[in-house]
Structure formats: C-alpha cells, structure tokens
Antibody, heavy 119, light 106 residues
Framework: EVQLVESGGGLVHPGGSLRLSCVGS????????MSWVRQTPGKGLELVAN????????NYADPVRGRFIISRDNAKNSLYLQMSGLTVDDTAIYYC????????????WGQGTLVTVSS | DVQMTQSPSSLSASEGETVTIICRAS??????LNWYKQKPGKAPELLIY???TLERGVPSRFSGSGSGTEFTLTITSLQPEDFATYYC?????????FGLGTRLDI
C-alpha cells in the first residue's frame, strides 16, 4: 500500500521560510515523478512543483517560481519543498503526491500539512 | 495557462439517482483530463484519468467522457459515499490546472 507522510508545516511570518518533507513507502520511490500540490478554500487546488525520478527535470507553478525549491533524496525515499519569501497567499494545505498516467496526474496523495503565513 | 471551468458548482441529489458534472477547458486538451473526488478533511483521490479510464478500485458506476474542450463525469446509482466534492484537472499543459470543484450534497 502506498503511504506518503508529510511534515514540516506550521505558522510562519510573512517573508519567512519553511521546509516541508514527505516520506514515501509501499512503492518504488525512485521510479516515479513526485509532486507538491496545495489547496486553499479560495483558489482551490494548485500543482506547485514536480520533480523527475532522478531530479534532472523540475517544473514550478508561476506563483512560486524563484521562491520555492523542490528536491528529493531517493536513498531516503523523501521529497522536500523549501519555501522562502512566504506571503499570506501561500497559506494552504500542502500535499505530496505520486504521479501516474502522466507526470501531472496525481495518483496517490499524503494526508497534507498545513502552512499558515500570518503576522 | 489552460483555464478549467466546472459546472455546476454544487448540486443536490438523492441516493440511487444519476448525476452529471461538466468540465470545460479554455483550449483543446485532447483527452488529458482527470477527475478527483475529495471528502471533507481528506486528500483528493484519483477517480478517472485520460478522460475515461477508471483508476483501479473505482466502482463502475463512475464514468467519464469527452475530448477537446468539454468533458463529463457521470455517477449512476448514487451511494452515500459518493457525496463529496469533485474536481477536474487538465494534464495537457504544465502546470496541470484544476477546476474549482463541484460539491455534491444529499
């Protein structure tokens, strides 16, 4: 059974930084693209970033490009999202997800971690 | 970016009924369209990919159709566990934009 467990969320001030982690199990981690997706009541679901199996290809959504960095450590079955320059608009539940049918299809999801950006 | 529009934004139905949700893309996305289901407090789960292929384990009362710019998700013989919010997502172009969801209530 695929399991994804996110951690690292919390309360941060505007302009601050936070690092999210996701540990995967129950599948071959180094064989799938991985993604970070966020969800807010107002803007809905947004695929924030994804990363190829070996880390050689990365995509970012426009609102986070230049501020967020996605990375992975296949030896640790772990996915990361380094977030900096945070604004209130980054407040969301952040999910990590595996890909399936294509690199944008989100096959299995973690339970999510809440990031709140507030002064 | 490809904009995804879902309709209706909410609908009410009863157990045993059939409902249809529509998703429209601002430009042609071929069959690169997924559907997800989300229950309150839970992560979304993939239902259908490639416009019409059911993810493993998804009941056959769910079906998807369409291509180009207009797509439908149909749920026949509604069960209690089907009352949730449904999202479409295009995967034709990065970053794979989502619709705003359709809430299905009793």
């Amino acid at each position: 059974e695929v399991q994804l467990v996110e951690s690292g969320g919390g309360l941060v001030h505007p302009g601050g930084s936070l690092r999210l982690s996701c540990v995967g199990s129950g599948f071959t981690f180094n064989s799938v693209w991985m993604s970070w997706v966020r969800q807010t009541p107002g803007k809905g679901l947004e695929l924030v970033a994804n990363i190829k199996e070996d880390g050689s290809d990365i995509n970012y959504a426009d609102p986070v490009r230049g501020r967020f960095i996605i990375s992975r450590d296949n030896a640790k079955n772990s996915l990361y999202l380094q977030m900096s320059g945070l604004t209130v608009d980054d407040t969301a539940i952040y999910y990590c997800a595996t890909t399936g049918y294509d690199i944008l299809t989100l096959e299995s999801w973690g339970q999510g971690t809440l990031v709140t950006v507030s002064s | 970016d490809v904009q995804m529009t879902q309709s209706p934004s909410s609908l009410s139905a009863s157990e045993g009924e059939t409902v249809t949700i529509i998703c429209r893309a601002s430009q042609s996305i071929s069959s690169y369209l997924n559907w997800y289901k989300q229950k309150p407090g839970k992560a979304p789960e993939l239902l259908i990919y490639g416009a019409s292929t059911l993810e493993r384990g998804v009941p056959s009362r769910f079906s998807g159709s369409g291509s180009g710019t207009e797509f439908t998700l149909t749920i026949t013989s509604l069960q209690p566990e089907d009352f949730a919010t449904y999202y479409c997502q295009q995967t034709h172009r990065i970053p794979g934009s989502f619709g705003l969801g359709t809430r299905l209530d009793i």
